[in-house]
């Protein structure tokens, strides 16, 4: 063989080589309430990046706790806001229980967050005030300070961490992880949303609950907040979570980012329903979104109801459209779209 045939050779087994490696699925799963459904409640997903990389986004009122089976090994949780049902201030009595419309739940006196963080020894990545109240509820289960994951603020974390731990970035900031052998890691920005940012009164000290009373107001933990991930196969996903529509979308999101992939978060509060049609159209531009977060039971045997808000809202959307469907896995590839698992 000719040195330049070597080389041609040599240069496509490594292109070969590359494409394939670049072309590893990104697996999303959704942890409903009910199997098969997208319910009411239904809040946390778990991302799994081809290194081995598992994320579960906003753990909520749907997991069953810290030990739910379901989850499987969690390395990171993250938590765009403090209302009960992302915090999860209750949790999920067994998978099934309860209706669609109103899945039966428990109380979860340290949050299902704080759960699922101390029992998978996972890293906490949010905001530094609403680290600070939820490291607090996991030290409680711990018996111990939760530690702020090493090396120090800013450079990259590699998986899996000896104990569980929390990041210390706010809006804006980048959490940089890396399974251990791995070339590439998992980029976690930290972007803005637009909505309130109160803690549930039954996860707040008994002083604070009285003082609030008292003043008739509320306890805010800064901004809310969405997250952009972009995954080692060059999946970038926009986690929204619970936001109106803003600027920041098609600047930070769409411009900046480029995101593929659209994890939407449907609602009446505040308002994503009337406006996530001109979200992903004219702002994001996603390859593809996901439905979450749609404040009612949008199935029936997995197919999506035809008069749901949710069905009127798919209507409307350009990209690829995908329903968060409780324990069915979808895969999907660099460029934003779905390959498999994917509801048609």
Sequence with gaps: MTRSLRSTALFFAFALAGSAAWGQNVKITPVGSHPGELCAQDRAIVFEDPTGIRILYDAGPTVTGGDDPRLGSIDIVLLTHMHGDHLGNV?????????????????????????????????????RAMAGFVSKKVSDIRGKPLPVCPPRPGATTTFPVKEACTSR?????????????????????????????????????????????????????????????????????????DTGIHSEMKTVVRDFHKANLAVLNLGVNPGIYISAAHVLNELVKPESVIFTHVNEPATIDGKLLPKSRTAAVIKEVKASAHLAISGRTMEFNGDGACVAGCDK
């Excluded at 930290?190 to 996860?203: F, G, Q, T, W």
């Design 91 to 127: 949790k999920l009595k067994a998978p099934g229980a309860g209706s669609c419309p109103n899945s039966e739940r428990v109380p979860a006196p340290n949050s299902t967050t704080a759960e699922v963080v101390a029992a998978k020894n996972a890293a906490l990545v949010t905001t």
């Design 169 to 241: 970035i706010d809006l804006g900031g980048i959490f940089e992880a890396k399974a251990g052998g791995a070339a590439k890691g998992v980029e976690i920005t930290i972007v803005y949303a637009s909505h309130v940012n109160d803690a549930p009164a039954a996860l707040m000290s008994k002083e604070a609950q009285q003082r609030l009373k008292a003043d008739g107001g509320i306890e805010e933990y800064g901004p809310a907040t969405g997250y952009v991930v972009k995954f080692s196969n060059g999946l970038t996903a926009y986690l929204s979570g």
